[in-house]
């Protein structure tokens, strides 16, 4: 998955994931971090909150790293976008997780 990740091979890795999430086979942290990396990386931000989103409704906490990334690729954006950045860090801070 590293490999995809850094190759922002969103597509290859969310089918790899797909394809083994059967039974007790789940992704976990590093599993949505690097899909959050590759998303960031093929300029798809909106894509990436959405990975953290889904890890927060897991019940899993996200970290300032990835927090961070996906904030980074917001402001990154041509035009920057943001609000979405500081929305993305309000929301997370309510839960704890503050950017570094």
Not at 2 to 26: H, I, K, N, W
Not at 75 to 82: D, H, Y
Request: include cysteine.
């Amino acid at each position: 998955l590293a490999t995809l990740s850094s190759a922002a091979r969103v597509e290859d890795m969310e089918r790899f994931v797909r394809t083994y999430m059967t039974g007790s086979v789940q992704p976990d942290q590093r599993t949505y971090a690097l899909m959050t990396k590759a998303h960031c990386a093929a300029g798809r931000p909106e894509a990436a909150e959405a990975q953290l989103l889904a890890l927060m409704a897991r019940g899993q906490t996200i970290d300032a790293v990835a927090l961070c990334t996906v904030m980074n690729a917001y402001v990154s954006r041509q035009p920057p976008n943001i609000a979405a950045a500081l929305a993305l860090m309000e929301g997370a801070e309510a839960r704890g997780v503050r950017p570094d």
